[in-house]
């Protein structure tokens, strides 16, 4: 597996791996201000559910710097005035308000401390928030493998591997345990139209990492499924509702309905931050649209006339009833979603 760090914090500052300049170049950036930390988020430089979670955490630490060092009272005004901020950067990783709220909460049990303690505590938060991302990822890895074994092939969407997490990722954690324990599974990876990610992300980190891995454009997931070279659909999750819909990158929903008509299984894979239980259905999800240009010009070059009309949505809703289970790092929650989410969360 690539050794790539999506978020890095240390003594020299706050580094993010630059995604939209992959596979051309490998570049970390300084975050020096909130502001450039919302608008890596927003502009996809940092991207996938779990590393948005630690980007904003990490933003947090930034935040603390920049507000007023005079007492708890206006330090917390202008944390919390960077943190509604950020949260506003995209709407639906619900891991970024998961984030942010943790550390929040953990600042306001701070109450009355000098803000220079409250900044290191916000480190010490972010970095646990950055660790667990990377067992979490892992357990979840675990899970995973259970329903694969040597020579399996899968079929995934956009990017849910060390790129878009701290370490292993989620849909694709499976993948590179089997392979650091000597078991093969092979990925065929959908180019994820119209940002690329999973040609720009997804093939790049599995090929590099040596894992079987084929490339194919969007349309053709069906031909893949038809000939039966895929076993299952393994997809990541920005946010599932608490009955278990969920909402990932665009064109997840189509993948659901082509493995349900092929008898081919399809698992929602991500950490138990991922699961918005306040959320009862899918319908409540808020779906990112985002801006013409980036189908207009969105392989860098202008494919279609520059004022046409153009709907982009970042992500759809899979209906449960379409999802065979949802791999956490607890485990594997199945049928009937909204008890057996519940469930996961009571234990
Ligand atoms: O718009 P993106 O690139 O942030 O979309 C990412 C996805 O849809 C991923 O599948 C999801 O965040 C899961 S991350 C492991």
């Known amino acids: 597996m690539m050794e790539l ?4 914090y240390g003594e020299d500052g706050l580094f993010i791996l630059d995604t939209t ?3 051309r170049n490998l570049e970390y950036i300084k975050m020096e201000t909130v502001e450039e930390c919302f608008d890596a988020i927003r502009t996809l430089k940092v991207r996938g559910a779990p ?3 630690v980007a904003a955490a990490y933003a947090l630490v930034l935040a603390a710097e920049e507000a007023r060092q005079t007492s708890y009272e206006e330090f917390y005004e202008d944390f919390k005035r960077a ?5 506003k950067s995209r709407p639906t990783a619900v891991n970024l308000f998961w984030a942010l709220d943790r550390i929040d909460r953990m600042v306001q049990k701070h109450r009355g401390e000098s803000p220079h303690r409250l900044r290191t505590a916000i480190i010490d938060e972010a970095d646990r928030i950055k660790q667990e991302d990377v067992e979490m990822c892992r357990k979840i890895g675990e899970h995973g493998l259970t329903l694969l074994s040597d020579g399996m092939a899968i079929l995934t969407h956009c990017n ?3 790129l878009a997490a701290s370490r292993y990722g989620t849909a694709i954690a499976p993948v590179y345990l089997a392979k650091e324990r000597g078991t093969n599974i092979k990925v065929f990876a959908d180019e994820t139209r119209p940002l690329l990610q999973g040609a720009r992300l997804t093939s790049y980190e599995l090929f590099h990492s040596g894992v079987d891995v084929t490339l194919i454009c969007d349309n053709m997931a069906a031909m893949v499924m038809k000939n ?7 997809i990541g999750c920005d946010r599932i509702a608490a009955n278990g819909d969920v909402a990932n990158k665009i064109g997840t929903y189509g993948l659901a309905v082509l493995a ?3 008898g081919i299984p399809f698992y929602s894979v991500g950490p138990t931050s991922t699961i918005d239980m306040e959320i009862a259905t899918g319908d409540e999800i808020p779906i990112e649209e985002r801006g013409a240009e980036e189908i207009i ?3 860098g070059y202008q494919i279609a006339p520059e004022d046409v009309k153009v709907y982009n949505p970042a992500f759809d809703v899979t209906p449960n009833e379409l999802i065979t289970g949802i791999i956490t790092e607890k485990g594997i929650v199945r049928p009937p979603f909204r008890e057996n989410l519940a469930k996961l969360f009571a234990e």
């Open 228 to 234: 039966k070279w895929v076993q299952a659909v393994f």
């Open 260 to 262: 349900k008509h092929h």
């Open 297 to 299: 010009y969105g392989l």
């Open 5 to 8: 760090q999506t978020v890095r």
């Open 21 to 23: 300049k992959l596979p």
């Open 51 to 53: 590393a948005i979670g």
């Open 160 to 162: 849910t591997g060390v």
């Open 83 to 87: 943190k509604d901020y950020l949260a």
